[in-house]
């Protein structure tokens, strides 16, 4: 499995911005998920070991970017014009199976501690 830390997250007003970050301790796929309370984790976006490949959910489709630092083996999830629904717990996770990369819970192996991110309205 692959170590993974995260930073960031907070409260921001509706409309607003947060950076995610992620150190891994090797060079895998990577994505983020989220968990709303009563909720099932649920994907968000995913992107490859090489920063090529990139997938997004529909929910959060043109708000925003994932993206990889491959020299730190950091991962980043900018989140811009943020919404109430958006309120979660973010959890980044990588594959260190080193397999295709997906948007299906099953296919991650390593998880971070989760970071919340509220967001009023």
């Known amino acids: 499995q692959v170590q993974l830390v995260e930073s960031g997250g907070g409260l921001v007003q509706a409309g607003g911005s947060l950076r995610l970050s992620c150190a891994a301790s090797?060079?895998?796929?990577m994505g983020w998920f989220r968990q709303a309370p009563g909720k099932e984790r649920e994907f968000v976006a995913a992107?490859?070991?090489?920063?090529?490949?990139?997938y997004y959910a529909d929910s959060v489709k043109g708000r925003f970017t994932i993206s990889r630092d491959n020299a730190k083996n950091t991962a980043y999830l900018q989140m811009n014009s943020l919404k109430p629904e958006d309120t979660a717990v973010y959890y980044c996770?990588?594959?260190?199976?080193?397999?295709?990369?997906?948007?299906?819970?099953?296919?991650?192996?390593?998880w971070g501690q989760g970071t919340q991110v509220t967001v009023s309205s």
């Open positions: 992107i490859s070991r090489t920063g090529v490949t990139t």
């Open positions: 996770t990588a594959d260190s199976l080193l397999r295709v990369l997906s948007r299906r819970l099953e296919d991650y192996d390593s």
């Open positions: 090797g060079r895998t796929s």
